[in-house]
């Protein structure tokens, strides 16, 4: 079964600092990897996604990820914090199975502070 | 254009009472799923439409919990004898296809609350 941690549960960062969410996944196969944010009273939003190819992947709002099979990692990363980052960020990775269509398995969040 | 909505947006209910969730997906949009977020937890999956069928309910908890999308648009999620343990933010998702890659819209979520 597919599952995803994300080791840390809080991170607080200072404006302008760079940032990284860690993300782990275990998948039987090259697995379909997303990064989502979640805003207090928002829905969840996609920042970006892994399929093939190129193994760095460039987001939206200035966020990347590097997808590193060995590590089983799919870690997430911003240069420069703003302070409308402060919010959850959820990796979950997606079934490859048509018949399941695109089930998402999410790991438990990373919740980021940003100080000013 | 409009987005995946989810109505009500909160509700509160005792325990034992039934309950429906509504789900209006994007237009067009052939895929749609149910998930289930518990306070400090990422989304769990509840069950999968693939037009009218449900193609995939793995996920739902017990039989308590069913749902519908009878004209392959709107879903309702219906739980039975709802129970305190079911309190939680059920989050719908549509998307447009079935493939690995398609990107699923989220709605903004019904918040139960089981008193």
């Known amino acids: 079964a597919q599952s995803v941690t994300q080791p840390d549960i809080h991170i607080t960062v200072s404006e302008g600092a760079s940032l990284e969410l860690r993300c782990n996944y275990s998948?039987?196969?090259?697995?379909?990897l997303f990064w989502y944010v979640q805003s207090p009273g928002q829905g969840l939003q996609l920042l970006l996604k892994y399929f093939s190819g190129d193994t760095l992947v460039q987001g939206i709002k200035g966020f990347e990820a590097e997808f590193k099979r060995s590590q089983s990692s799919f870690n997430l990363r911003k240069p420069s914090v703003h302070w409308s980052d402060a919010a959850e960020y959820f990796c979950a990775v997606g079934s490859m199975i048509k018949a399941a269509g695109n089930k998402l398995t999410f790991g438990g969040g990373t919740r980021v502070l940003v100080k000013p | 254009g409009a987005g995946v909505s989810q109505t009500p947006s909160n509700k509160v209910t005792e325990k034992g009472k039934y309950v429906e969730l509504r789900c209006d997906p994007i237009?067009?949009?052939?895929?749609l799923y149910w998930y289930r977020q518990s306070l400090g937890q990422g989304p769990e999956f509840l069950i999968y439409?693939?037009?009218?069928?449900?193609?995939?309910d793995s996920g739902l908890p017990n039989d308590r919990f069913f749902a519908v999308r009878p004209e392959g648009s709107v879903s309702t999620l219906k739980i039975q004898r709802t129970e305190r343990g079911d309190s939680a933010v059920y989050l719908c998702?549509?998307?447009?296809?079935?493939?690995?890659?398609?990107?699923?819209?989220f709605g903004p979520g019904t918040r139960l609350t089981v008193t």
């Open positions: 237009s067009g949009h052939t895929a």
């Open positions: 439409f693939q037009g009218t069928g449900a193609a995939d």
């Open positions: 998948y039987g196969a090259t697995p379909y």
């Open positions: 998702a549509s998307s447009r296809g079935t493939g690995g890659d398609g990107e699923q819209y």
